[in-house]
């Protein structure tokens, strides 16, 4: 009988400790930022109207994206029929990428071009846009994109992880852009 109780006594101390533990985690993960913004901007040698253009056109996304067949041999892009306005979507799918679509969600011609990022029937999320702006006959274009991950404490522990690589595919998808539009 007392071998028993011993027995519970460490149970529950195990037990105890496991939950004490969860309840930490969760507890530190509060000190973390539930909501983030990486912003990147460059300066496109070409009027906002022809960057707008060249951008709203989801079909010339391929051109520039830091997400396609360098990063995942088995990429691939397929587009719904309308390709250049509000519900716009560009289908994509790897083994690497998992598989997803970018739909355009707002328009705004020659101002700012937002758009939804899906993979994995929502695993990954994303809200971000472009934003142009006219510098004497040049496009300033911004790429932000900025959300809040809730009370989710591992996606607040990961934040700055994603966030920073994030930032360098949107430093590496500028320049691309840049080079793409400069070159249309």
Same mark, same amino acid.
């Given at each position: 009988f007392p071998?028993?109780?011993?027995?519970?006594?460490?149970?529950?101390?195990?037990f105890a400790s496991i939950l004490g533990f969860i309840l930490l985690f969760f507890l530190v993960s509060?000190?973390?930022?539930?909501?983030?913004?990486?912003?990147r901007m460059l300066v496109v040698n070409k009027p906002v109207?022809?960057?707008?253009?060249? +951008? $709203?056109?989801?079909?010339?996304?391929?051109?520039?994206?830091?997400?396609?067949?360098?990063?995942?041999?088995?990429?691939? !892009?397929?587009?719904?029929?309308?390709?250049?306005?509000i519900g716009a979507k560009q289908y994509i799918g790897g083994n690497l990428v998992g598989i997803?679509?970018?739909?355009?969600?707002?328009?705004?011609?020659?101002?700012k071009l937002s758009y939804f990022l899906s993979i994995n029937d929502g695993y990954i999320t994303a809200k971000a846009s472009f934003v142009f702006s006219s510098m004497n006959g040049?496009?300033? +274009? $911004?790429?932000?994109?900025?959300?809040?991950?809730g009370y989710n404490p591992f996606?607040?522990?990961?934040?700055?992880?994603? !966030?920073?690589?994030?930032?360098?595919?949107?430093?590496?998808?500028l320049i691309a852009i840049k080079r793409a539009i400069e070159t249309n």
């Open positions: 071998v028993t109780i011993l027995f519970q006594m460490k149970l529950f101390k195990v509060l000190l973390f930022p539930r909501t983030y913004r990486v912003e109207y022809e960057s707008y253009a060249f +951008l $709203s056109e989801i079909r010339n996304w391929k051109k520039w994206s830091p997400w396609n067949s360098s990063v995942d041999s088995t990429f691939y !892009t397929f587009y719904s029929k309308q390709t250049n306005q997803g679509s970018f739909t355009i969600t707002e328009v705004i011609p020659n101002e040049r496009t300033k +274009l $911004s790429w932000v994109d900025e959300g809040d991950v996606k607040r522990y990961m934040m700055s992880y994603i !966030t920073n690589n994030t930032a360098k595919s949107f430093d590496e998808g």
